[in-house]
């Protein structure tokens, strides 16, 4: 088939464009020809794939791609304006060119904002994008039920996140880095994505770092959101003292590496964005766990943090005591590899 993937697969990564791109990987590998459209602000790393700079420029090379195609798939977390905008223009583009068209809401804040969308634009531009989309894929439960605000479920599907690794490059793991050989002997592993400085992701780092409420044998991966952030990983590693051999930096487009020490994490902590784009760094956190079954690891359950006062050892409370809980299955699971159900998506 030949498929159009419209999204966010630039670097810094997390779970939507780790989400996105093991989609694509799945789909090449499997011998389907994929043109991608990355609506990030941030380039892709990967040549192969488009960057758009402006709204203008992302429909004039929209229309140029959708010719000869069989699918137009568009992947988002759904509350960035501009997003919403590309998101309609992709289904119009679809409905001209007679494509099928399928939309993916990563899991976020739309069970929250999407409850606020102004009446004049935002329900406009999503009650106009879920009457044309062929099918609507959701991550979560909660975004699922409220989305049927906008639209009947009968064009639905819920269908977990998923972050692919292959197994030739599990077997690969101790060439990525010699650094990453750290996490072999870890019991748990805490994974901090996108940081910056000042952020609250920031604040809930130190604050470990600081006070280590956190049993032995648990490592702590931390990714910046900038290249030049060595300045960052010194005064991290001259504040933690012991814990500073427990602590893996990971370069934000270092995919490879990311991959890995997803493959580990327990729990990831990161700043809540969209399309690429972050959003509230100086006051909210989320903090996902995750679950493991063959070889793809999933999101199924997590928390917003929100910051009120001195509130950043509180968040590790948390934290902690997710780590210690199983994580928990994901009953979507049950109906089988969320991939192969996206594939019969296409082709019906």
């Known amino acids: ?102 939309i993916t809401f990563h899991s976020e804040l739309f069970s929250i904002l999407g409850q606020m969308r102004s009446p004049f634009g935002g329900t406009q531009t999503l009650n106009t994008s879920f009457f044309f989309a062929d099918k609507i894929i959701y991550n979560d439960r909660d975004t699922y039920e409220v989305a049927s605000m906008y639209r009947k479920k009968s064009n639905f599907e819920l269908i977990p996140s998923f972050v692919h690794m292959p197994q030739e490059k599990k077997e690969k793991k101790e060439n990525v880095s010699r650094n990453l050989k750290k996490l072999q002997d870890k019991d748990k592993v805490i994974m901090f994505t996108n940081v910056k400085y000042p952020s609250y992701v920031f604040n809930i780092l130190m604050s470990l770092i600081n006070d280590n409420p956190f049993p032995p044998g648990t490592g702590i991966v931390i990714s910046f959101s900038e290249k ?74 997590g928390l917003v943090f929100v910051k009120k006062g001195r509130t950043a050892d509180m968040c590790l409370n948390i934290i902690n005591t997710m780590l210690s809980t199983e994580p928990a299955d994901i009953p979507e699971l049950n109906a089988g590899d969320p991939y192969t159900r996206i594939k019969q998506i296409y082709e019906k």
Do not use: W
Not at 94 to 102: I, S
């Open 1 to 102: 088939m030949r498929i159009l993937l419209i999204g966010n697969f630039a670097p810094p990564y997390e779970e939507e464009n780790l989400h996105n791109l093991s989609l694509l990987d799945r789909l090449e590998n499997d011998g389907h020809k994929c043109t991608v459209l990355n609506i990030s602000g941030n380039p892709a790393s990967n040549k192969k794939i488009i960057n758009s700079k402006s709204f203008l420029n992302f429909v004039r090379k929209l229309l140029h791609h959708s010719r000869k195609k069989d699918v137009v798939h568009f992947l988002t977390k759904g509350y960035l304006r501009v997003g919403l905008l590309k998101l309609m223009a992709s289904i119009f583009a679809g409905k001209l060119f007679r494509l099928k068209t399928v």
């Open 228 to 301: 030049q952030a060595s300045k960052f990983n010194r005064i991290i590693e001259e504040t933690g003292g012991k814990l500073s051999e427990d602590m893996i930096f990971v370069e934000n487009d270092d995919l490879q590496s990311t991959l890995v020490a997803f493959s580990k994490a327990d729990i990831i902590i990161r700043p809540l964005s969209c399309d690429g784009e972050t959003f509230f760094e100086r006051f909210s956190a989320s903090a996902a766990k995750t679950f493991r079954s063959n070889n793809n690891i999933y999101f199924p359950g």
